[in-house]
Every structure is written in structure tokens, then in C-alpha cells.
């Protein structure tokens, strides 16, 4: 077995951090696994010293690409997935979406306030690649971090990911989602709001303002409108409705200049004979004047209730004195000191020489519920192959 384990993950890096991939029975990687963490006494000093308010890792996976050309040979990487996770949850599952030789790199970021969390996240989102070659943290991303350096090189077989899905289930979804599933749990996911949500949505309501909009289109005489394409109910990116230069048959010519009578088109049309009639047999059935008294009386009084509710809310709340402002500010200070403590604490409980890096040797309060689902997932969602 161990021969056979050597191949599927390779470990390198500082001596910051212990981590590893934990492979399956038979020694193999496997499309969605564990990786643990053991952060050393030296990376912990470095955080302290750094004064990091919480510490996240970023695991980032990418694959390598060789390019060469002349005689110039180089390697890029493809960040393909990336996780935020704080550091002392010790274990965290991470998918691969290629397989053969995968990279798990790993670095430590202080996050300080909401505003740093929110920049982590579309980090994690949008930027094409946050990692420099050697798994250093770009620059550009602007947040404080330590370069772990720490790089966990795996293996995965192709027969470790999820078979395609059906062409015809893959069809349906298709209709509806334009990016590709991760994992099965997220296509079945998919195909269960696309088959009894989506599709009779778009079926009935959908259908019924496609109709709508195809007759506003006829009645108004527009132009390169597409008809097969937006009254097909499940066509999500077309309605029939021109997309650019909305040109009229009764004023515009194919060109979009109008006509030298235009104003006779824009008089003799449907939608001016037809609305016409209407408005002037509502004109003379529907008594205005009472009408907009009582539209006047409902926001006049709708203005008096709240200038009411204004004026009790001033009443009834008052600021605090200088003394409750003092003694808040105090009893907050005083709480975030003891904050700051248990989590200096907690960070040196993470140094655990003696611990196997193996989910079954974490300590139970590490085991949280997240954990416990993503294990039960990993052994009925395998992820797809891109």
C-alpha cells in the first residue's frame, strides 16, 4: 500500500504548517477528500505577532499546464476551486474538477473587520487567479496574509469523478442553468427545481407574458422580432421582442428612418384605434372628479399617521446619558479583552504535535455538524469531470 499511496500525494512546503490529504482505504485520491491541518508554534507566533483579529486560510486548487515555446519552458496553473475556512477548523473537504495532477495550496489571511471578509469572498469568486506561481498570495488582492507556502500535490483518477449525466435530464437543466453542475447533489439539485418549479413556470406564467408580448409586438407593427425563438417556453435568453432598434412597420422603414407621412401610421394603427376607443369611453363613464378627491384624502391621512408615529417613536426613545454611554463603552471594552483572550487561547490549543493528521484523530469539538455533512456528501455526491 504504500507504494501505491506515494504517487497520489505529495507533500511540501514551510515549517509553519502540517497538512495532508487524507487518501481512501486503498491509498487513493479521491475526487472529494479531507484535508487536516496542524498549524506549528511558529505560525501561531507569526499571527499573534502580526496581530490577526481572525485568521482564515484560503485553500486554493489548481492544476499545472506546461507551455513552452522556442526553447522558453515554463508551467501555469488553472485555479480551478477555492475555500474560506477559519483556521481552527482543523479539516475541511475540498473537490477536484480535473483529474490527474491536482495542487492544494494554502494561506493564512487577517481578516479584520466585515469589509476584509467581503473582499476575501470576491476574491474567492471573481479574481481569475490570486496565487503566484511558487503559491504566494498576489499583491493586488491587498490583505494582510502569510505565505504558508505550503503545496499538497495530488493525484486523482479519472474514474474517481461522476459519469455525465443523462442527455436528456442534461438537456432539461440546461434550459434553465447556464454553468455546469459541481457535484450530482447540485445536478440533482437542479433537475428537481427545473422539473416541478422552473418548467411549469415557464409553462404557464412564462407562456402567458410570452403571448403578451407577442401581441404588443404585433399590435405595435415592431421589427425583427424573433417569433419561434421567443414563444419557445423554454428559450430563457429570447422573447419575442426585438432585442435592438425597436422599429415600427407603420412609422419606420427596414432602415429605422420614418417615413415622409409617418404621422398618418402613428394616427391609423391598432393600438391608437383600439386604446382610443377605451380611453374615451372611460372618460365619459368614470366620475374623475370624485376620484382623485379620494386618492387626495387617502394620502393626506396616510401622511398624518406617520407624522403621528414620528412624533410618539421621538417621544418614547431618548438618548442615553454621558454615565450609560460610559458604562456601555466599558462593559463592551471590557468584553472584547475577554474575547481576545479565549481566542489567543484557542490558537494555542491548535498546537498538537502528537495528533495523526486523520479525521478519526480530531478532538470531538472539532468534528462540527459542517464536517459531518460534508463527509456524508462525499460518499453519495462525487463531482464532474470539466
Known amino acids: 500500500m504504500g507504494e501505491e499511496m506515494e504517487p497520489q500525494a505529495k507533500l511540501s512546503g514551510t515549517d509553519l504548517m502540517e497538512a495532508s490529504p487524507q487518501l481512501d482505504p486503498n491509498g487513493h485520491a479521491t475526487a472529494v477528500m479531507p484535508i487536516i491541518w496542524r498549524p506549528k508554534q511558529a505560525l501561531i507566533e507569526q499571527i499573534k505577532a502580526a ?23 515554463t508551467t501555469d496553473y488553472n485555479e480551478t476551486r477555492r475555500w474560506l475556512v477559519p483556521i481552527n477548523r482543523l479539516a475541511e473537504y475540498v473537490s477536484f474538477s480535473r483529474p490527474g495532477v491536482n495542487e492544494v495550496c494554502i494561506v493564512a489571511l487577517n481578516i479584520r473587520d466585515d469589509d476584509d471578509l467581503e ?31 505550503k503545496v499538497l500535490e495530488v493525484t486523482v483518477d479519472p474514474g474517481m469523478f461522476a459519469p455525465p449525466p443523462p442527455a436528456a435530464l442534461n438537456w432539461l437543466v440546461k434550459q434553465f442553468y447556464e454553468t455546469k453542475p459541481d457535484d450530482q447533489c447540485h445536478f440533482r439539485q437542479r433537475l428537481l427545481l427545473s422539473f416541478f418549479i422552473w418548467s411549469p413556470l415557464a409553462l404557464t406564467i412564462g407562456m402567458a ?16 422580432v424573433e ?57 365619459f363613464k368614470l ?42 463603552r466599558a462593559r463592551e471594552q471590557q468584553a472584547a479583552e475577554q474575547a481576545e483572550k479565549i481566542r489567543l487561547a484557542q490558537l494555542d490549543e491548535l498546537v498538537c504535535r502528537d495528533r495523526p493528521l486523520t479525521l478519526e484523530a480530531l478532538p470531538p469539538k472539532y468534528k462540527t455538524v459542517s464536517l459531518r455533512f460534508n463527509q456524508l456528501k462525499a460518499r453519495v455526491c462525487r463531482p464532474f469531470a470539466h
Not at 61 to 70: H, K
Not at 123 to 147: A, C, F, M, Y
Not at 227 to 245: D, E, R, S, V
Open 51 to 73: 496581530g490577526f483579529k481572525r485568521t482564515a486560510l484560503l485553500i486554493v486548487v489548481r492544476t499545472p499546464r506546461p507551455i513552452s515555446w522556442d526553447e522558453y519552458e
Open 119 to 149: 473582499r476575501a469572498h470576491r476574491l474567492i469568486k471573481w479574481d481569475d487567479e490570486v496565487l503566484r506561481q511558487n503559491g504566494e498570495l498576489r499583491s493586488i488582492t491587498s490583505l494582510p496574509h502569510i505565505d504558508i507556502g
Open 209 to 224: 407574458c410570452r403571448l403578451i408580448i407577442a401581441l404588443a409586438s404585433l399590435i405595435l407593427g415592431l421589427r425583427d
Open 227 to 283: 417569433w419561434l425563438a421567443g414563444l419557445n417556453p423554454f428559450n430563457m435568453a429570447t422573447i419575442p421582442w426585438p432585442q435592438y432598434g425597436k422599429y415600427s412597420v407603420y412609422i419606420h422603414n427596414r432602415h429605422g428612418s420614418l417615413y415622409d407621412f409617418w404621422l398618418i401610421g402613428l394616427l391609423a394603427n391598432p393600438i391608437v384605434l383600439v386604446f382610443g376607443t377605451l380611453v374615451v369611453r372611460a372618460h
Open 287 to 328: 366620475p374623475w372628479l370624485n376620484t382623485l378627491v379620494t386618492v387626495a384624502g387617502s394620502v393626506a391621512a396616510w401622511a398624518l399617521l406617520i407624522i403621528v408615529v414620528f412624533g410618539v417613536f421621538r417621544f418614547i426613545y431618548r438618548p442615553p446619558s454621558d454615565e450609560r454611554l460610559e458604562a456601555r
